[in-house]
């Protein structure tokens, strides 16, 4: 229910914890647990998701800046987390998320915990701002 974009080697996918509308988590396919592991084809691929990401986001939310976060503490698998950054609030079905760490860090621990048709909304709502061509 969470998947926004799939491709070869990595997904996309909205997580429950908003810290920012529409925080997003680009992670690897596989069980690499260090970004160097990654595949020479898998790094490669990582331009296209990113642009296909910013390209989303942006028609989304209008996005002033966007971080990209490698943490990897709970999940130890190669992943990223994507958090279009604003100042004010931004909304979207129904939902009005402000970006409480705005101008400075995110602020994570203030994430709005979505429900699971909170979460289907804004996966299709996003889907449809998801470039098609490649």
């Known amino acids: 229910?969470?998947?926004?974009?799939?491709?070869?080697?990595?997904?996309?996918?909205?997580?429950?914890?908003?810290?920012?509308?529409?925080?997003?988590?680009?992670?690897?396919?596989?069980?690499?647990?260090?970004?160097?592991?990654?595949?020479?084809?898998?790094?490669?691929?990582?331009?296209?998701?990113v642009a296909?990401?910013?390209t989303a986001l942006r028609d989304a939310v209008g996005y002033e800046k966007i971080n990209y976060l490698m943490l990897m503490m709970v999940d130890p698998n190669v992943h990223f987390h994507v958090i279009p950054?604003?100042?004010g609030s931004r909304e979207a079905e129904g939902l009005r998320i402000a970006d409480a760490g705005w101008p400075k860090v995110p602020a994570l621990g203030e994430a709005v915990t979505l429900d699971a048709p909170q979460i289907a909304a804004l996966v299709n709502w996003l889907k449809a701002r998801w470039p098609t061509a490649r």
């Not at 925080?23 to 331009?47: C, I, M, Q, R, Y």
């Open 1 to 49: 229910e969470t998947l926004a974009a799939e491709n070869q080697y990595s997904f996309v996918q909205l997580p429950p914890a908003q810290p920012t509308l529409d925080s997003l988590t680009l992670a690897a396919k596989g069980d690499a647990t260090a970004f160097s592991n990654l595949s020479a084809l898998a790094f490669a691929e990582l331009a296209v998701a």
């Open 52 to 54: 296909d990401i910013e």
């Open 85 to 87: 950054r604003y100042e």
